[in-house]
Protein backbone atom coordinates (compact mmCIF):
# COMPACT_ATOMS: atom_id res chain seq x y z
CA UNK A 1 0.00 0.00 0.00
CA UNK A 2 1.56 3.45 -1.07
CA UNK A 3 0.08 6.52 1.00
CA UNK A 4 -2.53 8.03 -0.12
CA UNK A 5 -1.87 11.48 -2.17
CA UNK A 6 -2.00 14.52 -0.29
CA UNK A 7 -3.67 17.09 -2.26
CA UNK A 8 -3.65 19.77 0.83
CA UNK A 9 0.16 18.88 0.21
CA UNK A 10 0.15 19.92 -2.78
CA UNK A 11 -2.14 23.12 -2.62
CA UNK A 12 -0.35 24.56 0.89
CA UNK A 13 2.78 25.03 -1.96
CA UNK A 14 0.20 26.40 -4.16
CA UNK A 15 -0.92 28.81 -1.59
CA UNK A 16 2.43 30.26 -0.73
CA UNK A 17 2.77 31.09 -4.26
CA UNK A 18 -0.37 32.21 -5.12
CA UNK A 19 1.04 35.44 -6.73
CA UNK A 20 3.13 33.88 -8.52
CA UNK A 21 0.88 30.86 -10.51
CA UNK A 22 -2.83 32.12 -9.28
CA UNK A 23 -5.08 30.02 -11.65
CA UNK A 24 -3.35 27.13 -10.00
CA UNK A 25 -4.85 27.88 -6.48
CA UNK A 26 -8.00 27.88 -7.72
CA UNK A 27 -8.18 24.30 -9.52
CA UNK A 28 -6.03 20.83 -9.08
CA UNK A 29 -3.16 21.61 -11.95
CA UNK A 30 -4.07 18.83 -14.49
CA UNK A 31 -0.29 16.55 -15.56
CA UNK A 32 -0.80 14.15 -18.42
CA UNK A 33 1.86 11.28 -18.99
CA UNK A 34 1.62 9.10 -22.16
CA UNK A 35 2.96 5.60 -21.39
CA UNK A 36 2.35 3.32 -19.00
CA UNK A 37 6.32 1.89 -18.53
CA UNK A 38 9.06 1.95 -15.96
CA UNK A 39 9.34 5.40 -16.69
CA UNK A 40 5.45 6.84 -17.04
CA UNK A 41 3.79 4.59 -14.33
CA UNK A 42 6.60 5.83 -11.60
CA UNK A 43 5.92 9.28 -12.74
CA UNK A 44 2.10 9.51 -12.74
CA UNK A 45 1.90 8.07 -9.46
CA UNK A 46 4.88 10.13 -7.75
CA UNK A 47 2.89 13.57 -9.48
CA UNK A 48 -0.01 12.38 -8.05
CA UNK A 49 1.68 11.94 -4.36
CA UNK A 50 1.95 15.74 -5.04
CA UNK A 51 -1.61 16.14 -5.07
CA UNK A 52 -2.10 16.71 -8.99
CA UNK A 53 -4.82 15.36 -10.88
CA UNK A 54 -3.26 12.60 -13.49
CA UNK A 55 -4.33 11.19 -16.24
CA UNK A 56 -1.72 8.45 -17.46
CA UNK A 57 -2.69 7.38 -21.22
CA UNK A 58 -1.93 3.70 -22.36
CA UNK A 59 -3.34 1.79 -24.90
CA UNK A 60 -2.33 -1.54 -23.38
CA UNK A 61 -4.16 -2.94 -20.60
CA UNK A 62 -1.15 -5.35 -19.36
CA UNK A 63 2.25 -4.28 -19.30
CA UNK A 64 4.72 -6.61 -20.33
CA UNK A 65 8.46 -5.87 -19.22
CA UNK A 66 11.54 -6.26 -20.67
CA UNK A 67 14.32 -7.02 -17.95
CA UNK A 68 14.14 -10.39 -17.65
CA UNK A 69 12.63 -11.39 -20.77
CA UNK A 70 16.05 -12.53 -22.11
CA UNK A 71 14.72 -15.74 -19.30
CA UNK A 72 12.18 -16.03 -21.02
CA UNK A 73 13.81 -16.95 -24.72
CA UNK A 74 16.12 -19.09 -22.59
CA UNK A 75 13.22 -20.98 -21.25
CA UNK A 76 14.34 -20.02 -17.88
CA UNK A 77 10.71 -17.95 -16.81
CA UNK A 78 7.38 -17.83 -18.25
CA UNK A 79 6.33 -14.63 -20.32
CA UNK A 80 3.38 -14.37 -17.63
CA UNK A 81 6.18 -13.19 -15.12
CA UNK A 82 6.76 -10.77 -17.03
CA UNK A 83 3.11 -9.34 -16.70
CA UNK A 84 1.63 -6.44 -15.05
CA UNK A 85 -1.27 -4.58 -14.57
CA UNK A 86 -2.65 -0.84 -13.97
CA UNK A 87 -5.14 -1.75 -10.58
CA UNK A 88 -2.94 -0.22 -8.30
CA UNK A 89 -1.74 2.66 -10.56
CA UNK A 90 -5.93 3.53 -10.49
CA UNK A 91 -6.05 2.64 -6.87
CA UNK A 92 -3.13 5.46 -5.63
CA UNK A 93 -5.99 8.18 -7.66
CA UNK A 94 -4.41 8.02 -11.35
CA UNK A 95 -7.01 8.30 -13.86
CA UNK A 96 -5.65 5.91 -16.86
CA UNK A 97 -6.92 6.41 -20.56
CA UNK A 98 -6.98 3.05 -22.25
CA UNK A 99 -5.83 4.78 -25.74
CA UNK A 100 -2.95 5.56 -27.53
CA UNK A 101 -2.35 9.34 -27.63
CA UNK A 102 -2.45 10.61 -31.07
CA UNK A 103 -1.12 13.90 -31.30
CA UNK A 104 0.05 16.54 -29.01
CA UNK A 105 -0.89 20.24 -29.15
CA UNK A 106 1.88 22.19 -27.58
CA UNK A 107 0.28 25.69 -28.08
CA UNK A 108 -2.95 24.66 -26.96
CA UNK A 109 -1.63 22.41 -24.26
CA UNK A 110 -3.81 19.42 -25.37
CA UNK A 111 -3.41 15.94 -26.09
CA UNK A 112 -5.49 13.92 -28.61
CA UNK A 113 -6.74 10.30 -27.76
CA UNK A 114 -7.23 7.48 -30.76
CA UNK A 115 -10.79 7.64 -30.17
CA UNK A 116 -10.94 11.32 -30.71
CA UNK A 117 -11.44 12.67 -27.33
CA UNK A 118 -9.16 15.35 -25.91
CA UNK A 119 -6.84 15.78 -22.81
CA UNK A 120 -6.08 19.42 -21.56
CA UNK A 121 -2.78 20.01 -19.38
CA UNK A 122 -0.79 22.47 -17.50
CA UNK A 123 2.20 19.86 -17.95
CA UNK A 124 2.66 17.15 -20.10
CA UNK A 125 5.25 13.88 -19.91
CA UNK A 126 6.01 11.91 -22.70
CA UNK A 127 7.22 8.31 -21.81
CA UNK A 128 6.59 6.65 -24.98
CA UNK A 129 9.97 4.18 -24.78
CA UNK A 130 11.35 3.78 -28.49
CA UNK A 131 10.35 2.51 -32.01
CA UNK A 132 12.05 0.28 -34.00
CA UNK A 133 13.61 1.86 -37.00
CA UNK A 134 11.54 -0.79 -39.61
CA UNK A 135 13.36 2.25 -42.39
CA UNK A 136 16.96 1.66 -41.14
CA UNK A 137 18.19 -1.97 -41.93
CA UNK A 138 17.34 -2.56 -45.58
CA UNK A 139 15.43 -5.58 -46.11
CA UNK A 140 14.06 -5.69 -42.39
CA UNK A 141 10.58 -4.03 -41.67
CA UNK A 142 8.00 -5.42 -39.43
CA UNK A 143 6.98 -7.93 -41.88
CA UNK A 144 10.40 -9.76 -41.55
CA UNK A 145 10.31 -9.00 -38.25
CA UNK A 146 7.52 -11.95 -37.93
CA UNK A 147 10.30 -14.43 -39.37
CA UNK A 148 13.83 -12.75 -37.90
CA UNK A 149 12.57 -11.63 -34.31
CA UNK A 150 13.69 -8.35 -32.50
CA UNK A 151 12.28 -9.16 -28.85
CA UNK A 152 13.40 -5.80 -28.35
CA UNK A 153 9.60 -5.13 -27.16
CA UNK A 154 8.57 -8.03 -24.90
CA UNK A 155 6.03 -9.95 -25.86
CA UNK A 156 4.82 -11.91 -28.63
CA UNK A 157 7.92 -11.30 -30.51
CA UNK A 158 9.65 -13.05 -27.19
CA UNK A 159 7.87 -15.97 -27.84
CA UNK A 160 8.22 -16.51 -31.04
CA UNK A 161 12.52 -15.86 -30.57
CA UNK A 162 11.82 -18.97 -28.20
CA UNK A 163 10.21 -20.91 -30.39
CA UNK A 164 12.56 -21.01 -33.18
CA UNK A 165 15.29 -21.62 -30.68
CA UNK A 166 12.99 -24.53 -29.53
CA UNK A 167 12.45 -25.89 -33.08
CA UNK A 168 16.53 -25.36 -33.92
CA UNK A 169 18.18 -28.39 -34.33
CA UNK A 170 21.04 -29.50 -32.45
CA UNK A 171 24.69 -27.81 -34.96
CA UNK A 172 22.25 -24.74 -35.68
CA UNK A 173 23.89 -21.49 -36.10
CA UNK A 174 22.05 -18.29 -33.88
CA UNK A 175 22.80 -14.75 -35.01
CA UNK A 176 22.64 -12.11 -33.20
CA UNK A 177 22.56 -8.69 -34.78
CA UNK A 178 23.51 -5.85 -32.35
CA UNK A 179 22.65 -2.29 -33.11
CA UNK A 180 25.09 1.15 -32.92
CA UNK A 181 24.49 3.14 -29.68
CA UNK A 182 22.36 4.88 -28.39
CA UNK A 183 19.50 1.75 -28.27
CA UNK A 184 17.53 0.47 -24.64
CA UNK A 185 19.47 -1.48 -22.59
CA UNK A 186 23.00 -1.35 -23.73
CA UNK A 187 24.04 -4.80 -22.40
CA UNK A 188 21.05 -6.78 -23.44
CA UNK A 189 22.12 -7.97 -26.62
CA UNK A 190 25.12 -9.68 -24.62
CA UNK A 191 23.05 -10.99 -21.30
CA UNK A 192 20.79 -12.70 -24.03
CA UNK A 193 23.62 -14.40 -26.08
CA UNK A 194 24.59 -15.55 -22.63
CA UNK A 195 21.45 -16.97 -21.76
CA UNK A 196 21.08 -18.55 -25.51
CA UNK A 197 24.12 -19.84 -24.82
CA UNK A 198 22.99 -21.78 -21.36
CA UNK A 199 20.01 -23.00 -23.56
CA UNK A 200 22.15 -24.31 -26.19
CA UNK A 201 24.81 -26.07 -23.83
CA UNK A 202 22.11 -27.94 -21.85
CA UNK A 203 20.12 -28.58 -24.87
CA UNK A 204 21.45 -28.43 -28.19
CA UNK A 205 25.76 -28.28 -27.54
CA UNK A 206 26.95 -28.69 -31.25
CA UNK A 207 25.18 -25.35 -32.17
CA UNK A 208 27.12 -22.04 -32.51
CA UNK A 209 25.72 -18.43 -31.60
CA UNK A 210 27.67 -15.26 -33.72
CA UNK A 211 27.35 -11.72 -32.66
CA UNK A 212 27.41 -9.30 -35.58
CA UNK A 213 27.83 -6.07 -34.21
CA UNK A 214 28.08 -2.47 -35.09
CA UNK A 215 30.12 -0.93 -32.71
CA UNK A 216 33.75 -1.72 -31.87
CA UNK A 217 32.87 -2.24 -27.42
CA UNK A 218 30.01 -3.09 -25.70
CA UNK A 219 29.14 -2.47 -21.74
CA UNK A 220 30.51 -4.78 -19.37
CA UNK A 221 32.48 -6.27 -22.18
CA UNK A 222 35.59 -7.57 -20.22
CA UNK A 223 33.34 -9.38 -18.04
CA UNK A 224 31.00 -11.30 -20.42
CA UNK A 225 33.83 -12.09 -22.57
CA UNK A 226 35.52 -13.65 -19.52
CA UNK A 227 32.56 -15.55 -18.45
CA UNK A 228 31.91 -16.56 -22.43
CA UNK A 229 35.16 -18.12 -22.40
CA UNK A 230 34.54 -19.99 -18.93
CA UNK A 231 31.32 -20.80 -19.08
CA UNK A 232 30.35 -21.31 -23.01
CA UNK A 233 34.17 -22.01 -24.56
CA UNK A 234 33.82 -21.94 -28.17
CA UNK A 235 30.15 -21.66 -28.54
CA UNK A 236 30.01 -17.41 -29.08
CA UNK A 237 31.80 -15.84 -31.90
CA UNK A 238 31.58 -11.54 -31.30
CA UNK A 239 32.29 -9.99 -34.76
CA UNK A 240 32.89 -6.07 -33.87
CA UNK A 241 32.39 -3.31 -36.44
CA UNK A 242 35.93 -2.84 -37.31
CA UNK A 243 35.92 -7.13 -38.00
CA UNK A 244 33.00 -7.05 -40.23
CA UNK A 245 29.98 -7.10 -38.14
CA UNK A 246 28.24 -4.41 -39.41
CA UNK A 247 24.77 -6.10 -40.85
CA UNK A 248 24.58 -3.79 -43.78
CA UNK A 249 21.06 -5.69 -45.93
CA UNK A 250 18.91 -8.55 -44.57
CA UNK A 251 17.58 -11.26 -46.77
CA UNK A 252 14.79 -12.45 -44.53
CA UNK A 253 13.08 -15.47 -47.05
CA UNK A 254 16.66 -17.28 -46.68
CA UNK A 255 17.53 -15.65 -43.29
CA UNK A 256 21.10 -14.17 -44.95
CA UNK A 257 22.92 -11.50 -42.90
CA UNK A 258 25.02 -9.52 -45.75
CA UNK A 259 27.81 -7.50 -44.25
CA UNK A 260 30.66 -5.70 -45.97
CA UNK A 261 32.51 -8.74 -45.07
CA UNK A 262 30.70 -11.43 -46.47
CA UNK A 263 27.05 -13.22 -45.59
CA UNK A 264 26.27 -15.26 -42.93
CA UNK A 265 23.55 -17.67 -42.92
CA UNK A 266 21.02 -18.55 -40.05
CA UNK A 267 19.25 -21.28 -38.88
CA UNK A 268 17.68 -18.14 -35.83
CA UNK A 269 18.18 -14.81 -36.37
CA UNK A 270 17.63 -12.27 -33.85
CA UNK A 271 17.36 -8.66 -35.30
CA UNK A 272 17.73 -5.99 -33.24
CA UNK A 273 17.39 -3.06 -35.26
CA UNK A 274 18.19 1.22 -34.61
CA UNK A 275 15.55 2.69 -32.61
CA UNK A 276 14.13 6.06 -31.98
CA UNK A 277 12.03 7.84 -29.49
CA UNK A 278 8.54 6.01 -29.70
CA UNK A 279 6.57 7.67 -32.20
CA UNK A 280 4.42 10.86 -30.11
CA UNK A 281 7.38 12.06 -29.30
CA UNK A 282 7.81 13.22 -32.78
CA UNK A 283 4.66 13.55 -33.45
CA UNK A 284 4.84 16.15 -30.57
CA UNK A 285 7.60 17.75 -31.90
CA UNK A 286 9.82 16.88 -28.99
CA UNK A 287 12.81 14.43 -31.01
CA UNK A 288 15.70 16.51 -32.80
CA UNK A 289 17.02 15.01 -35.81
CA UNK A 290 18.73 12.31 -33.88
CA UNK A 291 15.36 10.98 -32.77
CA UNK A 292 15.62 11.33 -29.13
CA UNK A 293 14.34 14.02 -27.07
CA UNK A 294 16.61 16.74 -25.80
CA UNK A 295 15.94 18.19 -22.13
CA UNK A 296 16.77 20.01 -19.66
CA UNK A 297 18.82 17.60 -17.27
CA UNK A 298 17.51 19.45 -13.70
CA UNK A 299 13.53 19.22 -14.70
CA UNK A 300 13.50 16.84 -18.31
CA UNK A 301 11.71 19.33 -19.69
CA UNK A 302 11.79 19.29 -23.28
CA UNK A 303 14.29 21.74 -25.25
CA UNK A 304 11.99 22.02 -27.55
CA UNK A 305 8.35 22.07 -26.39
CA UNK A 306 7.45 23.91 -23.77
CA UNK A 307 5.71 22.55 -20.71
CA UNK A 308 6.71 18.55 -22.18
CA UNK A 309 8.71 16.71 -20.16
CA UNK A 310 10.13 13.51 -21.72
CA UNK A 311 11.46 11.10 -19.40
CA UNK A 312 12.94 6.84 -19.78
CA UNK A 313 14.31 5.70 -23.20
CA UNK A 314 13.00 8.29 -25.21
CA UNK A 315 15.02 11.39 -23.76
CA UNK A 316 18.40 11.93 -24.68
CA UNK A 317 19.98 11.61 -21.04
CA UNK A 318 23.69 12.50 -21.58
CA UNK A 319 25.69 9.35 -19.54
CA UNK A 320 22.64 7.59 -18.76
CA UNK A 321 21.90 4.04 -19.81
CA UNK A 322 18.69 3.93 -21.51
CA UNK A 323 17.22 1.48 -18.78
CA UNK A 324 13.93 0.23 -16.73
CA UNK A 325 16.39 1.32 -13.29
CA UNK A 326 17.30 4.84 -14.88
CA UNK A 327 13.46 5.64 -16.50
CA UNK A 328 12.13 4.60 -12.71
CA UNK A 329 15.09 7.38 -11.19
CA UNK A 330 14.24 9.65 -14.03
CA UNK A 331 10.30 9.72 -13.40
CA UNK A 332 10.69 10.57 -9.84
CA UNK A 333 13.09 13.27 -9.95
CA UNK A 334 10.39 15.06 -12.79
CA UNK A 335 7.51 14.38 -10.57
CA UNK A 336 9.60 16.85 -7.98
CA UNK A 337 10.19 19.05 -10.54
CA UNK A 338 6.72 19.27 -12.82
CA UNK A 339 5.10 19.65 -8.95
CA UNK A 340 7.58 22.24 -8.38
CA UNK A 341 7.08 23.87 -11.56
CA UNK A 342 3.34 24.11 -10.81
CA UNK A 343 4.01 26.08 -7.69
CA UNK A 344 6.19 28.32 -9.05
CA UNK A 345 8.60 27.05 -7.15
CA UNK A 346 12.55 26.76 -8.44
CA UNK A 347 13.15 22.10 -8.66
CA UNK A 348 15.96 21.24 -6.79
CA UNK A 349 19.13 19.85 -9.05
CA UNK A 350 18.72 16.01 -8.92
CA UNK A 351 21.75 13.15 -8.37
CA UNK A 352 20.37 10.08 -10.15
CA UNK A 353 21.58 6.38 -9.84
CA UNK A 354 21.46 3.56 -11.85
CA UNK A 355 22.47 -0.19 -11.24
CA UNK A 356 22.40 -2.71 -14.81
CA UNK A 357 22.71 -6.47 -13.86
CA UNK A 358 23.02 -9.11 -16.35
CA UNK A 359 22.83 -12.95 -15.59
CA UNK A 360 25.31 -14.60 -18.19
CA UNK A 361 23.80 -17.75 -16.31
CA UNK A 362 20.83 -18.69 -13.97
CA UNK A 363 23.48 -18.48 -11.17
CA UNK A 364 25.96 -15.98 -12.52
CA UNK A 365 25.16 -12.27 -12.29
CA UNK A 366 27.37 -9.24 -13.16
CA UNK A 367 26.41 -5.59 -12.94
CA UNK A 368 27.60 -1.99 -13.77
CA UNK A 369 26.48 1.27 -11.54
CA UNK A 370 26.57 5.00 -12.24
CA UNK A 371 25.55 8.32 -10.62
CA UNK A 372 24.42 11.40 -12.61
CA UNK A 373 24.25 14.65 -12.02
CA UNK A 374 23.56 17.74 -14.47
CA UNK A 375 26.54 19.74 -15.25
CA UNK A 376 26.69 21.91 -18.59
CA UNK A 377 22.88 21.12 -19.75
CA UNK A 378 23.45 17.31 -19.57
CA UNK A 379 23.42 14.27 -17.26
CA UNK A 380 26.70 13.47 -16.48
CA UNK A 381 28.87 10.68 -14.89
CA UNK A 382 29.76 11.50 -10.77
CA UNK A 383 33.67 10.55 -11.21
CA UNK A 384 34.78 8.16 -9.03
CA UNK A 385 31.11 6.92 -8.11
CA UNK A 386 29.07 3.53 -9.85
CA UNK A 387 31.81 0.84 -11.13
CA UNK A 388 31.39 -2.67 -12.72
CA UNK A 389 31.71 -5.86 -10.87
CA UNK A 390 35.30 -7.46 -10.20
CA UNK A 391 37.04 -9.63 -12.81
CA UNK A 392 37.98 -12.49 -10.77
CA UNK A 393 35.37 -12.82 -8.34
CA UNK A 394 34.75 -16.44 -7.32
CA UNK A 395 31.45 -18.47 -8.11
CA UNK A 396 29.60 -17.59 -4.70
CA UNK A 397 30.16 -14.09 -5.85
CA UNK A 398 28.56 -14.26 -9.19
CA UNK A 399 25.87 -16.61 -7.83
CA UNK A 400 24.80 -13.91 -5.13
CA UNK A 401 24.77 -11.01 -8.37
CA UNK A 402 22.37 -13.28 -9.91
CA UNK A 403 20.04 -13.06 -6.61
CA UNK A 404 20.60 -9.21 -6.48
CA UNK A 405 19.36 -9.11 -9.97
CA UNK A 406 16.19 -11.16 -9.23
CA UNK A 407 15.54 -8.70 -6.02
CA UNK A 408 16.20 -6.03 -8.02
CA UNK A 409 13.25 -7.13 -10.58
CA UNK A 410 10.67 -8.00 -8.03
CA UNK A 411 11.07 -4.60 -5.97
CA UNK A 412 11.30 -2.34 -8.70
CA UNK A 413 7.92 -3.96 -10.75
CA UNK A 414 6.21 -4.14 -6.79
CA UNK A 415 7.18 -0.45 -6.61
CA UNK A 416 5.75 0.80 -10.25
CA UNK A 417 2.56 -1.49 -10.69
CA UNK A 418 2.02 -3.18 -7.35
C1 LIG B 1 15.91 -7.71 -23.58
C2 LIG B 1 15.89 -6.54 -22.67
C3 LIG B 1 16.38 -6.66 -21.39
C4 LIG B 1 16.38 -5.56 -20.54
N1 LIG B 1 16.87 -5.71 -19.27
C5 LIG B 1 16.91 -4.65 -18.44
C6 LIG B 1 17.43 -4.79 -17.12
O1 LIG B 1 17.87 -5.88 -16.71
N2 LIG B 1 17.45 -3.71 -16.33
C7 LIG B 1 16.98 -2.49 -16.74
O2 LIG B 1 17.01 -1.54 -15.95
N3 LIG B 1 16.48 -2.32 -18.00
C8 LIG B 1 16.43 -3.37 -18.85
N4 LIG B 1 15.92 -3.22 -20.11
C9 LIG B 1 15.53 -1.87 -20.59
C10 LIG B 1 14.11 -1.47 -20.16
O3 LIG B 1 13.17 -2.43 -20.60
C11 LIG B 1 13.74 -0.12 -20.75
O4 LIG B 1 14.81 0.78 -20.55
C12 LIG B 1 12.49 0.42 -20.07
O5 LIG B 1 11.40 -0.41 -20.39
C13 LIG B 1 12.20 1.87 -20.46
O6 LIG B 1 11.03 2.30 -19.86
P1 LIG B 1 10.07 3.36 -20.59
O7 LIG B 1 8.95 3.57 -19.64
O8 LIG B 1 10.85 4.50 -21.07
O9 LIG B 1 9.55 2.61 -21.90
P2 LIG B 1 8.59 1.32 -22.01
O10 LIG B 1 8.83 0.39 -20.89
O11 LIG B 1 8.74 0.81 -23.39
O12 LIG B 1 7.13 1.92 -21.83
C14 LIG B 1 6.58 2.75 -22.80
C15 LIG B 1 5.07 2.64 -22.72
O13 LIG B 1 4.51 3.70 -23.52
C16 LIG B 1 3.38 3.21 -24.18
N5 LIG B 1 3.14 4.07 -25.36
C17 LIG B 1 3.93 4.21 -26.44
N6 LIG B 1 3.37 5.08 -27.31
C18 LIG B 1 2.21 5.49 -26.75
C19 LIG B 1 1.17 6.39 -27.17
N7 LIG B 1 1.22 7.02 -28.34
N8 LIG B 1 0.12 6.58 -26.34
C20 LIG B 1 0.06 5.94 -25.15
N9 LIG B 1 1.01 5.08 -24.70
C21 LIG B 1 2.07 4.87 -25.50
C22 LIG B 1 3.73 1.75 -24.52
O14 LIG B 1 2.57 0.97 -24.72
C23 LIG B 1 4.52 1.34 -23.27
O15 LIG B 1 3.69 0.73 -22.31
C24 LIG B 1 15.87 -4.31 -20.98
C25 LIG B 1 15.37 -4.19 -22.28
C26 LIG B 1 15.39 -5.29 -23.13
C27 LIG B 1 14.85 -5.14 -24.52
Not at 187 to 203: D, F, N, Q, V
Not at 316 to 326: H, L
Amino acid sequence: MRASPSRRGFLSGALATVVARPALAQTSPRVVVIGGGFAGATCARAVRDHGAAVTLVEPSATYTACPFSNEVIAGLRPLEAQQFGYDAVRRDGVAVAAQAATSVDPQARQVTLAGGSTLDYDRLVLAPGIDLRFDALPGYDEEASKALPHAWKAGEQTLLLRRQLEAMDDGGTVIIVAPANPFRCPPGPYERASLIAHYLKTRKPRSKLLILDAKDNFSKQGLFQAAWKALYPGMIEWVALSAGGKVVRIDAASKTLVTEFGDHKAQVANVIPPQRAGGIAQVAGAADRSGWCPIDPVTFESKLQPNVHVIGDACIAGGMPKSAFSANAQAKVCATAVAALLRGAVPPAPKLINTCYSLVAPDYGISVAGVYRPANGVLTDVEGAGGVSPANAPPDFRALEARYAEAWFRTITAEVFG
